[in-house]
């Protein structure tokens, strides 16, 4: 069957924005994950095969789950399920209609699905990658080659990480539910480490020739945007959002017009978005408002707005940065903080006290192999004016990069600074 090119580009879009919330409708029925997934490609097959001729339902995401049932209930009694189980699922579908008032019901159920479709995805059985893979493909509507283009491998190898994840979780028996008070603090972080490793991926690409992915950024801010509304009590959950909406207003003005990075203190803060920059300060009002002591992410949303408050570099609060940094490293410590609070502490209180910070982080096994460890040192080297040390530092960071856009920024200060060029501040 030919599909015409723009019809096919529209059901993808519905796809993108609807195969979340079928698959959460769909594995609150059939309570696997795995196998709602497949049920939820059933039904896009089915739509490639109609919405042509029939054209785009009112509801998309109603339709695709009510063929989905269809199929859970042929599946159902192929596998030969208790009667009661199949005669049920039977019953709830009959009694839907397509009317307004099935679309709010519709709407308000989906949302009940879609919370422990992302716990269940984020799971702590899984790796850290492989939650990242299964989330983006149940809840981002990536193809299997989409995400395994984003994270620079073979699309067979994405392909077996997403099917040992479903794989895993049966095994695991993990339930499809929001888990209890007692496990939810470790579990909802577990979800924020996936939407933040994400983002991150997007915002700063860790191989490639690509400075930044930004569909990655964006799956990751629609991902905490959903979970702001399904969760808006939580606090870190709108310091998440905080910190990616600020981060992401950025975009626009990382690269030059030949794609080559700018980085943060020379870039021109009139490209930043304004619009994300409100919305990033007004999830960080929403994060303070709970009360308590902020979180992890909370605190960088505070540091990066720090940023986005500043008009010029010159402008930028440094010393209320490094305090931030203090206090991450206080309730969060690891060897990246530190590296990140001694660059603060090099504009609030000069490069030769952010330099003992550094020096003192070159024996962390986690920053071995690090490529920013050498390029912050290199560069408060290159501020001391010890120019030699610093070209050496440069080079070994260069080496260490993934990234090639991020590998010739690097190459190209270790030559200014071999040449005795002064960095620009």
């Known amino acids: 069957m030919t599909v015409h090119p723009e019809v096919n580009r529209a059901i993808e879009a519905v796809w993108r924005i609807e195969s979340g919330r079928v698959i959460a409708a769909l594995a609150g029925l059939v309570r696997d994950v795995g196998w709602a997934e497949e049920l939820a490609q059933e039904a896009l097959v089915t739509a490639l095969e109609r919405w042509p001729h029939d054209g785009v339902p009112a509801n998309p995401g109603a339709w695709l789950t009510t063929v989905g049932k269809r199929r859970a209930i042929d599946g159902l009694r192929r596998r030969q399920v208790q009667d009661r189980k199949v005669a049920e699922l039977g019953r709830d579908l009959a009694e839907e209609t397509f009317t307004p008032d099935f679309d709010a019901a519709f709407e308000e159920r989906i949302d009940d699905d879609l ?46 990480r997403i099917t040992r994840a479903k794989k895993t979780l049966a095994e695991a028996k993990v339930p499809f539910e929001v ?184 024996d962390e096994p986690a920053l071995a192999r690090y490529h920013l460890l050498p390029a912050v040192i290199g560069d408060l080297l290159a501020r001391l004016g010890r120019y030699d040390e610093a070209a050496a530092e440069f080079s070994r960071a260069a080496e260490l990069t993934g990234n090639a856009r991020e590998q010739a920024l690097l190459r190209d200060r270790a030559a200014d600074s071999a040449r005795g060029v002064p960095p620009r501040r």
């Open 179 to 362: 888990p209890g008070v007692a496990e939810r603090g470790e579990r909802l972080a577990s979800v924020l480490e996936v939407i933040y490793l994400i983002f991150n991926e997007g915002y700063a690409a860790t191989a490639g020739d690509d400075w930044m992915r930004p569909a990655l950024c964006e799956d990751a801010l629609r991902l905490a945007r959903v979970l702001q509304r399904l969760m808006p009590d939580e606090p870190e959950v709108h310091g998440l959002a905080a910190l990616l909406e600020i981060q992401a207003s950025r975009t626009g003005a990382r690269t030059d017009a030949d794609g080559e990075p700018v980085l943060l203190m020379e870039q021109d803060r009139r490209r930043w978005d304004r619009l994300f920059i409100r919305r990033g300060l007004a999830a960080l009002d929403r994060a303070r408002a709970t009360g308590g002591p902020p979180g992890p992410y909370t605190l960088q949303a505070e540091i990066a707005a720090c940023h986005a408050r500043a008009g010029t570099p010159q402008e930028t609060d440094w010393a209320r940065i490094a305090a931030g940094y203090a206090e991450l490293a206080r309730i969060a410590p690891s060897p990246v903080v530190e590296l990140n609070r001694a660059v603060a502490v090099s504009f609030a209180d000069g490069p030769a006290a952010a330099l003992l910070v550094a020096r003192a982080l070159v």
């Open 115 to 160: 919370l422990p479709l992302i716990f269940t995805a984020c799971h702590p059985v899984l790796t850290p990658q492989s939650r990242a893979a299964l989330t983006l493909r149940m809840l981002g509507g990536l193809k299997t080659e989409e995400i395994a283009k984003a994270f620079l491998v073979p699309e067979a190898t994405m392909a077996q």
